[in-house]
């Protein structure tokens, strides 16, 4: 019990980065973390970490250990897990990774909320639209917008992601509302940097006919809330999700565009891992979650206001 005992803090101190933040997660002084991971490279004969004043990195053997470590360590996580899931309590930590703005928009004021009705379950959400490798940084589920890649990973649709073309009421009155889509093109455009071909914008009509346009990109960024700040004070148009601005066309501060033709829809997706046996807290996230968002979403322009949480 002493050796796994060690593994587990070594696990969490290169999951957390530093021996600081491990022993601040598991309540431990920094001295004890320490004698863990010392005790556990004594016993196996190598040196697991590289420690310098500043940053913590794994050795190569330190890595191979890591990986293996953090597997058998799932497995007696979903072993205990098994065992709420027969009591019918969620609890434990959820680590849950989620796009920025989504996450800021939309999960996050559903926390309180779900944490009320399971106060044994606490969360620890990481906001990044890079798409992390579940498996590899610990983490018991993502919520991914897109199309999926084939993988090992499992996925249950929540809802839709619709896109809309919109720009605020000032700016259109300044410069006129586009009529068509190749109109799109005399607008300065702001776009989303990790959208698929930024510059490059694809309405269907009502025909179902195509009609792609290379738009004048005037200001790019990686972030749809600050997109979305630019485009309340009037700096152009932008084709972005209804998540981010439906709530700001029901209320009158955007205006949506060239309704009559469909613009970009994928879906939005709960992602786990592949396992035997779903986690108590994984399926009441997810289900939580669903419950909230339905299909259509609260939040897009032609539905009835609702409170998320």
């Known amino acids: 019990m002493e050796s796994l005992s060690d593994i587990a803090v070594f696990v969490n101190v290169v999951r957390s980065g530093s021996f600081t933040a491990a022993a601040e997660k598991l309540n431990l002084s920094k001295s004890v973390v320490s004698k863990y991971v010392t005790r556990l490279e004594d016993r196996l004969g190598a040196r697991l970490l590289n420690r310098t004043t500043r940053r913590l990195s794994l050795t190569e053997v330190g890595q191979a250990f890591f990986e293996r470590s953090q597997r058998a360590l799932g497995d007696i996580e979903a072993a205990e897990a098994e065992v709420s899931r027969l009591q019918g309590e969620p609890r434990g930590e959820l680590r849950l990774s989620s796009p920025m703005s989504f996450g800021i928009l939309h999960v996050a004021p559903l926390l309180p909320a779900l944490q009320s009705r399971y106060p044994e379950l606490s ?15 610990g983490f018991d589920l993502a919520i991914r917008i897109g199309e999926l890649p084939d993988s090992s990973s499992v996925a249950r649709r929540l809802g839709p992601c619709r896109h809309v073309v919109c720009g605020s009421p000032e700016y259109f009155a300044r410069n006129g509302v586009p009529q068509s889509p190749e109109d799109l093109a005399d607008h300065p455009a702001l776009t989303y940097r990790y959208q698929d071909a930024p510059a490059e914008w694809r309405l269907v009509d009502r025909d179902g006919n195509y009609h792609q346009v290379a738009i004048n990109s005037r200001l790019q960024m990686n972030n749809s809330l600050a997109l979305r700040e630019a485009l309340l004070k009037g700096a152009g148009v932008t084709l972005t999700p209804t998540f981010v601005v439906g709530a700001d066309i029901k209320a009158g501060l955007l205006m949506a565009v060239l309704t009559e033709y469909k613009a970009l829809e994928v879906s939005i997706y709960a992602v786990y891992p592949q ?6 807290k994984v399926r009441a996230f997810i289900d939580f979650l669903s419950e909230r968002i339905s299909d259509p979403p609260y939040w897009e322009p032609g539905t009835a206001s609702s409170e998320c949480a």
């Open 123 to 137: 969360v620890d959400m990481v906001l990044d639209d890079r798409k992390a490798d579940l498996v590899d940084e």
């Open 275 to 280: 396992r035997k046996h779903l986690s108590p």
